[in-house]
């Protein structure tokens, strides 16, 4: 299904770096994303407030969540690839009860990039939400 590593993983290896170290490990998560097809990249599909065009697509097997996702921005797509490491092919429920702003916390995205390139995390985080939320009812 993917290819993403579990985020505890991706915060063990992030901790042993820094700085550019740091960046280049997102944009390397950011490529390891499933290709999403372009007929997805569509308005309804795109995340607001990202600097970045970022695009979102939800869908379920087996009652698990997984999501196609893509960014134009090689950061941004790593920082996309980091949210749903939290999330991806877990249960609806699973995810709807999860802090996912919390199990990103130790990333401090904040403090290592610029506010235009995590102003769109919490949208991107909403909609993660309501999806499971909305499947989990």
Known sequence: MTDLPPIQDILDEYELLDGEDRYRLLIDLGRKLEPMPDALKTDATKVRGCSASVWVYPTTADGRLHFLADSNAAITKGIVALVLSAVQDKSAEDVA????????APF???KHLSASRTQGVPNMIALVRETAQRLAA
């Open 108 to 110: 401090e995205l904040s």
């Open 97 to 104: 009860s999860m802090d996912v702003a919390q199990a990103l």
